[in-house]
């Protein structure tokens, strides 16, 4: 980062200063440089989903959080415009509220575009179903997944309806990943009440090539990997859709 | 609202003294950005909120690059 002490960004090269009279808000930009805006079109979009998945309420400032109030109009965006044509989703979540995961988990799910998701450092609890919703999930190598039953916090009322109300809320979990990843119900629930495994929990953590391995995510690979299968998702995609106009 | 997270509730929900984030959102260019403020109008880019990749590589809009957004509507 260079400093700049002239009161005015300097002369910008001709051809480039009409596309900037364009976008005249880029003026107010201090210490621009060249006037030079990359046009090169790109037909995929990525989507990071990092830190809590935040939903209902706001979480304490020392929490890095992804809002559902984000996402879920930027997927409505990318699903609308016809430039984009696949979407890449970048997780590395500690997870956070149920409810706001597996909207964001169904919308995914739900897109009409070609989807597929990378697990990067970790995916854990809810990141479990938003990882599994898109098409053709990629873990890396050493990235995580934590595995564990969904817990009540705050004052509870001691009634069995409690329990009640709690499994059903973990039901949601379950049958979601169930329902779009290859792994069986009864296997997901074995990882999830495992012991042993986690220091201060039940539950299991899943490195890279096992998350595979159990069918929860479809291959291991990286960003190379995960843009690559994406690309040849849309060139199926747009072979499909010729074939139905001829 | 059931939070399901491996990591200690405590951490999570504890609120520390400062409860104000210093962070505010500004629209430029019609990207989002979150800044941090080191003055009226004027603020450092903390992260770019876009879904598309190509925003990420514009030179103005890098991390830590000083912006003044005094005539926008600010969040």
Known sequence: MQERQQPTAPPAPPRQRKKAQGVRKIDNIKEFGQLEVPTAKTNIHCLPIIGQIEGHLILPPQNKTTKYEHIIPQLIAIEENPDIEGLLIILNTVGGDVEAGLAIAEMLVSMSKPTVSLVLGGGHSIGVPVAVSSRFSFIAETATMTIHPIRLSGLLIGVPQTYEYLDKMQDRVVRFVEKHSRISQRKFRELMFQTGELARDIGTVLVGRDAVEVGLIDDVGGVGESVKKLQEMIAEDKKKKGDVVH | ?75
Do not use: D
């Open chain 2, 1 to 75: 609202m059931i939070l399901y997270t491996p990591l200690p509730l405590e951490l999570v929900l504890s609120v520390e003294e400062e409860t104000t984030s210093p962070y505010q959102e500004v629209e430029l260019s019609g990207v989002t950005l979150v800044v941090q403020s080191t003055g009226t109008g004027m603020g450092k880019i903390v992260q770019v909120r876009s879904t598309n990749p190509n925003v990420y590589l514009r030179p103005e809009f890098q991390p830590g690059q000083q912006i003044s957004f005094s005539h926008f509507h600010t969040e």
